[in-house]
């Protein structure tokens, strides 16, 4: 069953629209993104259209996982293009509230996954998660979806918010999708439109990296400082790159790996001239 499309930005009306769809015994998936949409988002939307009666795509960039020096402002946004791609796969609606709506004044309550919003992405950017986590617990609080879908490629926020919907009983299905990559290997981010022509050639060691350590794993290294070695060589020599880290941690609770005996994942975030992108390869033996 199809409803007709729709773009609400009240989150009393969304929630009534979804309260409704529940009675009616429909299926409800959400697709949470920040706008300016790649393939990588269109996968999730794909996934979703198959697991569910109703697909919802939310819209939001959400000023509270943006540190006071990151670049909320200058983030890429546009809604009529956004729409014009998801429609087309089956977006049932689009929930785009402003941020006052969502954050009305002298809102002070935060959700926080403790362990595993610590390392990596989590020391460097101090309460990104926290915004995070929150956002997503009032998007799920709204639209009381069935299933909710994430990209891998932001590998330890899909770890907080599978434990956070755990440990909270939040009742929603967590669906992961693989990372989607450019044909020459780059993975697909919002944050890519900020990069020069000779940044753009550069970020290609992100992906460079974890092929080197896969092909390192596959012939049978499994010593975590020199599989990240490996990852590390062909970011060293890009001239725009700077790594702000490269590690080995067990796939699930984040913890650091020295010899690779479990389920893993070799992540990074490395900064292209201003640019912080991300990537990550799970290792499995
Ligand atoms: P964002 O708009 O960057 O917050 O991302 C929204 C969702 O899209 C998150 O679940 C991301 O993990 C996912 N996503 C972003 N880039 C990719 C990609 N290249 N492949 C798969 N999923 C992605």
Redesign the pocket.
Known sequence: MRVPFEVIRDPAEMRARCEDLRRDGLRIAV??????L????L??IKAARGMADVVILTIFVNPTQFGPKEDLSRYPRDEAGDLAKARPLGVDLAFCPEARAMYPSGAQTFVEVRELSQPMCGASRPGHFAGVTTIVTKLFSILRPHLA??????FQ??AIIRRMTRDLDLGVEIVG?????EPDGL????RNAYLTPEQRRDALCLSQGLDAAEAAFRGGERDAARLVAAARAPIEVAPSARIDYVELRDADELTEVTQLAQRSVLAMAVFVGATRLLDNRVLAP
Do not use: N
């Open positions: 697709v949470p993104t920040m706008g300016a790649h393939d990588g988002h996968s999730l879908v994430f990209g891998e490629k932001d926020q899909l999708m693989p990372i989607v990559r993975a697909m981010s919002s």
